[in-house]
């Protein structure tokens, strides 16, 4: 089994009169988190660490902040294509680990709203999805909310792809031979099973020309 790792971090600062959004989850509070999209600090840290595990740059690389498409981006849009990402590498998503870090909002209370829409947006079973918080003691960061993402995927396994017919007989002559034997077994060889037909016997018992589209 292939496993890799992935590791996300991000921030943004509190703003009045912005809708709060974390984790896909919009959230009920005097201030949102500033951003050039909608903010979503976990979802951009989740994104990062998906991206990162398989070493396809990070989210400012596809998503230029100075970019006006993204503008009040959902950054579900970004999630999205870090899914892909990892998708086109051949590999899933094992599980996610997060840490919330801020003052305010407590999210202990909305933890498993947020965790149940990040399942559903990785497709994950809700216990490979962990979403913590911590407060920022001794930081001097109550106006800023930090997101710490960790990830880890696993190769798909290609299954075994069945053997052909054309894999197990190697060349046209060598199919011959095998069923000439068994035909000559078939008819009663006079010499004996395991010995060639020859001579005027072995006309009676002409093969059919083997038609290798059959077989395909
Ligand atoms: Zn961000």
New binding site residues.
């Given amino acids: 089994m292939s496993i890799r790792i992935g590791q996300g971090w ?3 600062a509190f703003k009045p009169g912005v809708p709060l959004k974390i984790g896909g989850v919009a959230i009920e509070h005097p201030e949102g988190l500033a ?1 050039h ?1 909608d ?3 976990l979802l ?1 840290a989740i994104t990062d660490a998906l991206l990162g595990a398989v070493a396809a740059g990070d ?1 400012g690389t596809f998503f230029p902040p100075n970019d006006p498409r993204w503008k009040d981006a959902d950054s579900a849009i970004f999630l999205n294509l870090a899914i892909e990402e990892i998708q086109n590498a051949g590999y899933r998503i094992i599980n996610v680990d997060t840490t919330l870090v801020l003052a305010a909002p407590k999210i202990s209370p909305i933890a498993i709203d947020i965790r149940e829409r990040i399942a559903d947006m990785l497709d994950l079973e809700l216990n490979a999805v962990s979403v913590k918080a911590k407060t920022p003691e001794g930081m001097n960061l109550d106006h800023v909310a930090q997101a710490h993402a960790t990830v880890l995927i696993e190769k798909i396994e290609e299954p075994d792809r069945p053997r052909t017919m054309s894999a197990v007989i190697e060349n046209q002559r060598h199919l011959e031979e095998v069923v000439e034997d068994l035909v000559s077994q078939v008819h009663g060889n006079p010499e004996g099973p395991g010995v060639s037909v020859r001579g005027p016997l072995r006309r009676r018992v002409t093969l059919p020309t083997f038609d290798t589209d059959d077989i395909t």
């Fill in positions: 991000d921030s943004h951003g999209s903010g979503d600090v951009h989210i």
